[in-house]
């Protein structure tokens, strides 16, 4: 797992231009490994569909990864016949690596795969890269557990992608609800920079590229499809549901230790500015609110338990005292990672000193409600005197909150760690100065890098890539017009012809140093 940081973030989604039909819109990847007898079918139905439904200029690339029949010919003679189809060749197996190499080759702004059995429904193709056109989200994925999708296929198969689905939400909290359906789609410049975080090659690599999208807050669009089984699939259920659950464990470890730079794949708060300057209004306040209503509704809990056990052999003042000064502790500890984020000892001394005077405040709440109490009947019953200290206890809970929000874990900047770094809210120095020529392309910040003063490695998003020193294969054909797009060029195909690389999968070595898995070959 990629454990660097980036100081860069995606820009704001716009809606792609229109009016540049020289240059593919939509690239179509189809990933194939043996499909000699199903690839000729899927690509002229496909090829039929788009020609006939699709508005804007569109690409087919057949990407075979380690064929060892007759695929790579099938996939040559379909590329000489068709100007849209482009044929590209890896040695190496994994559906994960066919996708990204691809991807990461492409010029056009909308990046899609399906499955070459074609088990989805084409109409549904449009609605898919529809939303990632005009801007509105960053992925889109085909759902067959959708309530209006329509699904024909055997009750195994079935039991098993929704058992999967179940798992991902009970253990990554994910929100998406089919992550194996192969109809998936994703903006080009939201690929640079997610994909080298991914690092699976096979079958795990749609859900890891979910799970991180969907953790760094892209937004997700769902597609219900209609959907036909296929008898005749080549998947090893038995070894992909093993290798999923590893990718599980994985990710589920990566996310929960922080090592995944989700900051890098961030976007703004909407597209008009007056979102992001919202004024007076507390950062991260809704986040906060709810973190410390989980941590005080749990830490209510372990203090009415402790304050029954030690009623057992004690006064009702000295129980209160002893139960409400175990769950403080306990309460600052919780809040103080979960809620406000702060991690590492450093400060914590300080942080539970600070809270055992929050403590002090709500001991005299609760203790003052307690007097009061005996006050009014020399001999209150249990259940009383419950009740009493439940309500001390939320007068003390609101006081609580906004003394560790003002106090014990303010948000200042100069509690921030100080870094050679700059912050993604603060000018980087290799942006253009505003006496440089600057690209008028909104994101040409995404592809630049970062170099700071001190000698330690930055990371940011994908590096372009050199020009082939060969003119493209395709000069002859209508999608030979320069890119709008500001990204180095480098068709799918030209890789493969390279004699100084093994295969396309080499060019992804500057950021992908784990690209290659054994698992695959």
């Given amino acids: 797992m990629r454990t660097d940081s980036s100081p860069g973030t995606l820009p704001a989604r716009e809606h792609l231009p229109a009016g540049d039909a020289g240059t593919p819109v939509l690239d179509v990847v189809i990933p194939v490994y043996n499909e000699e007898k199903d690839l000729q079918p899927c690509v002229l139905r496909l090829h039929e569909h788009l020609r006939r439904t699709f508005p804007y200029a569109f690409r087919i690339t057949i990407a075979d990864n380690a064929s060892t029949d007759t695929t790579p010919l099938v996939s040559r003679r379909l590329e000489a016949e068709i100007p849209e189809v482009r044929a590209f060749r890896l040695e190496q197996k994994g559906r994960g690596r066919a996708l990204r190499t691809v991807w990461s080759a ?17 109409n549904a193709l449009l609605p898919l890269v529809a939303p990632l056109i005009s801007g509105h989200s960053d992925l889109a994925i085909g759902s067959r557990l959708a309530r209006s999708s329509r699904v024909v296929r055997g009750p195994k198969r079935e039991f098993i992608s929704r058992a999967y689905n179940l798992i991902l939400r009970g253990s990554l909290q994910a929100r998406f609800s089919d992550a194996q359906c192969g109809f998936k789609a994703i903006r080009r410049d939201v690929a640079q920079v997610l994909l080298p975080l991914v690092e699976d090659t096979g079958w795990f690599f749609d859900t890891e590229m979910l799970v991180i999208a969907e953790r760094a807050g892209l937004r997700i ?99 209160n005292a002893l139960a409400l000064l175990v769950s ?47 006050a009014a009947s020399s001999d209150p019953a249990h259940s009383t ?43 980087r120095s290799d942006h253009p100065r505003s006496d440089q020529p600057r690209s008028d392309h909104p994101r040409s910040t995404v592809v630049a890098t970062h170099t700071p003063a001190a000698p330690q490695q930055s990371y940011g998003p994908l590096p372009q890539r050199p020009t082939a020193p060969q003119a493209p294969r ?41 690209d290659t898995d054994p698992r695959n070959s």
């Fill in 106 to 122: 492409s010029d056009a702004p909308v990046l899609a795969y399906m499955d070459v059995d074609l088990s989805t429904d084409l």
């Fill in 221 to 319: 669009h769902e597609v219900p499809v209609d959907w036909v089984d296929d008898p005749n699939s080549t998947v090893h259920i038995v070894k992909t549901a093993t290798e999923d659950l590893k990718g599980v464990w994985r990710v589920g470890k990566a996310l929960a230790g922080g090592s995944l730079p989700l900051d890098r794949i961030t976007r703004p708060f909407g597209d008009d500015p007056r979102d992001r300057e919202i004024q007076d209004v507390p950062k991260g306040l809704a986040r906060q609110l709810v973190g410390f209503c989980v941590v005080g509704g749990l830490s209510t809990l372990f203090y009415l338990v402790l304050y029954s056990a030690f009623r057992q052999f004690g006064g009702s003042q000295t129980a």
């Fill in 328 to 374: 403080a502790v306990a309460n600052t500890a919780a809040n103080r990672r979960l809620t406000f984020g702060v991690r590492g000892r450093g400060g914590a001394v300080r942080h539970q000193a600070q809270g055992l005077v929050v403590f002090g405040i709500g001991l005299a709440l609760t203790s003052g409600s307690l007097a009061a109490l005996n």
């Fill in 385 to 427: 005197e419950l009740a009493v200290l439940i309500a001390a206890n939320l007068a003390a809970t609101v006081l609580r909150f906004l003394l560790f929000r003002a106090w014990v874990f303010p948000d200042r900047e100069d509690d921030q760690p100080h870094s050679d770094q700059p912050r993604s809210d603060q000018p």
């Fill in 474 to 514: 395709y000069a002859t054909t209508p999608y030979s017009t320069p890119s709008p797009y500001d990204t180095t060029e480098f068709r799918a195909g030209e890789a493969a012809e390279q004699r100084s690389w093994k295969d396309a999968t080499m060019r992804l070595d500057p950021v992908r140093p784990t």
